[in-house]
């Protein structure tokens, strides 16, 4: 993608705009790879003056232990790598007195995983929200995140939009949909790509008039807070209803058994494709499919509880920066069908 040294510049700004300002002593940790959204708060904090931490290959308990010994201040981490810090069993004897902010992004967080991990690090978790062809867009302080806000769900959200980001909610012909409404995410912020390197093509895709197209389904509220409900990509289309596998997965994680869930679209011959939830559970839990089933029921209504539920010990595919890996997962029940839908 391409940016000028300006853009940079001014992103180095942004980032940090609603977050704890660095200090001299500040410490940024890095659990991710700095050549994705981590790298973010590393170029602010090395033209500032301030220490960055590399930990190097992604284990709990060493992170952990840097985060302590250390005294890591900011750190950015993918949801995934939060839920597994949070539920390590030493986590909360560990002393954070010197963390003041825990910025999670890069894919949806559940509810269990955001009040799981403020109980383990107190409230300095911050939520971002962007893409590299444009970003930061949102950011949500603990104050927000977990508030009571007439209106709004600050805990289902992805953030309040920042002030020098603009953002739109447009339906498939590219008209600008009502505050409310769900549609595609259209975003315009300073710094955001200048097109793709050496393909005008999928530029010409991606910028619409000056407007990114994330190719992400959300809706805005009257205060400002960015839901996201998922990927276009990622969307189940069961019987003509639109299902968005980050909702159920919200939903079936707060189930106690649950440690994690993928929810994505399989075959179905009555209604073209159906949701799919594969839950991974520990050894002797006793939580059965028509729990996980009812569960969706009684919070989403019946048409987006999943049709077919099943647990494992196996972590789930995910992508070096932590990505839950849906594609993955739902390539081998699509195996012998031209189109990626079923049904009559």
Same mark, same amino acid.
């Given at each position: 993608m391409g940016y000028t040294q300006h853009d940079w510049l001014v992103n180095c700004r942004n980032w940090y705009y609603r977050l704890p300002n660095?200090?001299?002593?500040?410490?940024?940790?890095?659990?991710?790879?700095? &050549?994705?959204? &981590?790298?973010?708060?590393?170029?602010?904090?090395?033209?500032?003056g301030s220490t960055n931490l590399l930990f190097g290959a992604f284990s709990a308990d060493k992170v952990l232990d840097m985060m302590e010994r250390h005294r890591v201040t900011h750190m950015f981490a993918p949801p995934s790598m939060v839920q597994i810090l949070a539920s390590d069993v030493l986590a909360t004897s560990r002393n954070w007195s010197h963390l *003041?902010? %825990?910025?999670?992004?890069?894919?949806?967080?559940?509810?269990? *995983?955001?009040?799981?991990?403020?109980?383990?690090?107190? #409230?300095?978790?911050?939520?971002?929200?962007?893409?590299?062809?444009?970003?930061?867009?949102?950011?949500m302080t603990p104050r927000e995140w977990f508030g009571d806000v007439p209106g709004s769900t600050p805990l289902r959200s992805a953030g309040r939009i920042l002030p020098f980001a603009l953002l739109q909610i447009r339906d498939p012909e590219g008209n600008v949909l009502p505050l409310g409404s769900e549609g595609e995410i259209f975003a315009r912020v300073e &710094?955001? %790509?200048?097109?793709?390197?050496?393909?005008?093509?999928?530029?010409? *895709?991606?910028? /619409?008039?000056?407007? /990114?197209?994330?190719?992400?389904?959300?809706?805005? #509220?009257?205060?400002?807070?960015?839901?996201?409900? #998922?990927?276009? &990509?990622?969307?189940?289309?069961?019987?003509?209803?639109?299902?968005?596998?980050?909702?159920?997965? *919200?939903? /079936?994680?707060d189930h106690p058994d649950v440690i994690e869930v993928a929810v994505f679209g399989i075959p179905d011959e009555r209604w073209g494709e159906t949701p799919m939830a594969l839950c991974i559970v520990d050894e002797g839990a006793t939580v059965t499919e028509q729990q996980i089933v009812e569960l969706v029921r009684e919070r989403l209504g019946s048409y987006k509880k999943p049709s077919r539920v099943e647990f494992t010990r196996e972590p789930l595919p995910k992508s070096v920066v932590g990505k839950l890996q849906r594609k993955v997962l739902r390539e081998?029940?699509?195996?012998?069908? #031209?189109?990626?839908v079923s049904g009559a």
């Open positions: 660095l200090e001299l002593d500040s410490v940024v940790g890095h659990a991710g790879p700095i &050549s994705h959204a &981590s790298g973010y708060l590393f170029l602010p904090a090395w033209l500032h *003041t902010c %825990m910025l999670i992004g890069g894919a949806p967080i559940t509810d269990a *995983t955001a009040l799981d991990s403020r109980k383990v690090f107190g #409230d300095v978790l911050y939520q971002v929200f962007g893409q590299t062809e444009a970003v930061p867009l949102t950011v &710094s955001q %790509m200048k097109g793709f390197w050496g393909d005008d093509e999928l530029t010409a *895709t991606r910028l /619409i008039d000056g407007w /990114i197209r994330t190719e992400d389904i959300g809706r805005i #509220d009257e205060n400002g807070y960015l839901y996201v409900l #998922d990927r276009a &990509s990622d969307m189940i289309v069961s019987g003509g209803f639109n299902i968005w596998p980050a909702e159920l997965e *919200t939903v /079936i994680a081998p029940y699509w195996q012998g069908h #031209d189109r990626r």
